[in-house]
């Protein structure tokens, strides 16, 4: 993508890049993402976070059984 590597914000990237948010960040009422500089963090409902990113919700994290 040619951004640096941690932090990158999902909103307003020059190109579209595939972005996916684990699903249990659907058990909070808020999340914090990257508000596209560094320091910047942005509250806001995952639901909303997925819509304004064109994010699809996935499960990324494993669990341990």
């Known amino acids: 993508t040619g951004y640096h590597v941690g932090g ?3 909103f307003g990237q020059k190109k579209k890049v595939p972005t996916a948010i684990d ?15 560094r320091g910047l963090q942005i509250e806001i409902d995952p639901n909303d976070a997925a819509l304004a ?3 699809s919700m996935k ?4 669990t341990q059984d």
């Open 23 to 37: 699903e249990t960040a659907l058990s909070h009422v808020t999340v914090f993402v990257n508000g596209g500089q």
């Open 59 to 62: 499960a990324l994290v494993a």
């Open 53 to 55: 990113a064109g994010a």
């Open 8 to 10: 990158i914000s999902p």
